[in-house]
């Protein structure tokens, strides 16, 4: 294998290192062929661990020079490994290491590289190693001190961790005038969180004074002429900043907070100590070049990480099997920050059904295929391949079912116990549920703490059975709920999962009823938390007069999945009166998800007969008519369920049959309430001068579905008026929300003016980057009509603009393709899945962590029905036997084939 022997790491096996890092000094003379890195360390013995050699971890490095206490010194290599094996046995080790990279050949963006002829570096998980060699593991924690040195033309900005503490001019070089900068981190930190970054660079500053009284410079630091874009990313700064303060009385800890942007970036962004590196995606931001998810997405990427400031790096984890322990609660974090920010509960209400949306249609099919693994994995073969929506969103779910267990007050004090207990420490998932727990002896977190982690240990998503039955005699309502969970890889059966199900009744004219459960002397109030721990579980409602509709798992109280025989009628109670929106959204989406299911297994066919009913549709003419249900919660209501969770559903999928009918009941949509889709254009096509909030964003996103609809309406009755209303908003918009909304009812619809809106739309922003990744992405994922997406994405690739070693537009095109376009996808020649398999082996040779990810778009091909199975299976295989495999895609092709 292409990086020595794969093998298995496990959490079983952890040991605490033989050594400890005190000290690194870091000199660094950055050349883009060839940098030289002074790595002077001081060490010591690990007392708690048996006498063994030093072994340092290093990849592609040229090794020039060892000193031990200022000697020279005898060592070894062992595969990737430096092995000293005749370190003095007592007292400070003092050790110098010299080597050389190069940063200008480094495609896989980890370690020091170069974009757009600046420095940056990536170092999570293991990029460190990558730079110098090191105890390349997360619970050695170190105070860095970092001198960089460079051309001063070229590099002017030279930026590390924490504080600045000298900066003057070097002796010239070959070419010209050179200089330094000598920055020191006051906090101690394991080296992944190191960061530097040198070039050419400017910032947007903003002075704050925290509530605490002191004193903090922020800056966002982009390449000239993005400096217009940084306004919103510095806000979200600010608010989060406010936010931590407030929420749980975290303050920023340094003088300085840096965010900077590359355009070349593996995810979304990094939370390396002070020096946060992002993505351009997650920080560049005008209202002409970024639409309203954009924005939504720099505030929550902007929050996060610097959630991490606590959340991660003054508490970080022991080893990377606590992965979650960081994302799954920083994730936690940042929804709630965007929560909080969004004010309403209808606001908060539209980013909760969002999460789940992301949680369900990503998380669930992991959770059911074969990289399924728990929060807290038991082994992997590549970290990197761990950074799943399980280890970030399923984790941040534990979280959230932790506070709705102990309370939001309960969970703020078990947060302070965390720091209390572990600032400055590598901790685990088990400490910080205790710490949550202890905060909180008489909840029932404590009470069912060993059961609760099951969370961490078991994967899979439960599945909770509801049923319930009312008697007029005895005015009693029984509700049964029971749970199960699948096997998943490596676990074949499951105890039971402390489940929080919230829960209310309301009666069919949309009243919810006081609970009191049979022994209770009073009713109390008509909301609450019941929780789930045994296999089954039967609860009596007294007083009950007259049969309830059960709104079961409020506000997705739990990451399971509910199955419950409910009725159209009780449906229709649910989506026309529930109180808790997320319910009152969730009932519209079993109703649309009811009739797809119904229709694909009967052996009708689209265009022979109607697969959505006169009930369904007048519900969804309600929904969109209403007088007091805000625009964004409409637009989330009229979305039917994706292709994705509708194949989650069946046992075997054929793609293009959920495709057609999902497909043929957006047409009926679009047609039967195509008055309704005017209407709803005419109301809300002015939102007002552009503002990112959320009201105004409500009011596009309807837009945007109205001009969507009233465009695949228009195929069918030859309509031309609204097809040129839509081109004409494309022409005119005030805003790229309004624009690419546009632009996407066009494409989206097949009409015949896509093809100039999408020229003109290339010309107008050939020069932005960002605007660019949309334009591919929207052809890469537009409906195929006829089998023409993927020549259009062949032909793309071969675009002067396309570039597959810039992960973005890398992602915007081949992605948005094999990951977001099952329709197209999924064809009966196979040719989509030859196109991802030599898409696969081609990114692997440059970058095998993106290789990976689209490695994983195969993963549920064994519920694939014929010939799409063999097909699928056949592309994997075909991946699997390529010899120079990375261990990332080999670790992801490997499992998908495995029994
Ligand atoms: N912690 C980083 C992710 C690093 C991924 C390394 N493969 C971003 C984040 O979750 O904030
Ligand atoms: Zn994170």
Redesign the pocket.
Known sequence: MREGQASVIRREDYTAPAFWIDTVDLTFDLDPAKTRVLNKMTLRRNPDVAAQPLRLDGEELNLARVLVNGQGTSFKMDGNQLVLENLPAEGPIELEIFTTCNPAKNTKLMGLYVSNESFFT?C??EGFRRITYFLDRPDVMASYSVTLRADKAKYPVLLSNGNLVEQGALEDGPNGPRHFAKWVDPHKKPCYLFALVAGQLVAREQRITSRAGREHLLQVYVRPGDLDKTEHAMNSLMASVAWDEARFGLSLDLERFMIVATSDF??????NKGLNIFNTKYVLANQATATDADYANIESVVG??YF?NWT?NRVTCRDWFQLSL??GL?VFRDQEFSQDLAGDLSARAVKRIEDVRVLRTAQFPEDAGPMAHPVRPDSYIE??NF?TVTI?EKGAEVVRMTQTLVGRDGFAKGMARYFERHDGQAVTCDDFASAIADANPDSDLARLLPQFKRWYSQAGTPRVQASGSYDAGSRSYTLTLSQSCAPTPGQASKEPFVIPVNLGLITVDGRSLPLQLEGEAEAGPSSRTIVLTEASLTLRFVNIETEPVPSLLRGFSAPVVLACDYTDAQLLTLLAHDTDPFNRWEAGQRLGLKRALHFINSPAQPGEAKVLDAAYIEAMRQVLRHPTLDAAFKELVLTLPAETYIAEQLDVVDPQRVHAVREAMREQLALELLHDWQWAYETHHDSGGYRPDPVSTGRRSLTGMALTMLCLAARDTGDVVWPGKTYQRFKDAGNMTDRFNALNALVNSGHELAAPALERFHAQFKGEALVLDKWFALQAGTCDRGGQVLPAVRQLMAHPDFNLRNPNRARSLIFSYCSANPGAFHRPDAAGYVFWSERVMELDAINP?VAARLARALDRWKKLAEPYRSAAREAIARVAAKPDLSNDVREVVSHALAD
């Not at 593996?266 to 939370?271: I, Q």
């Open positions: 990536q999570e998980a593996n995810m979304g962004a990094m939370e996060h990480e991490h991660g960081k994302e920083t970290i990197n950074y970030y962590q």
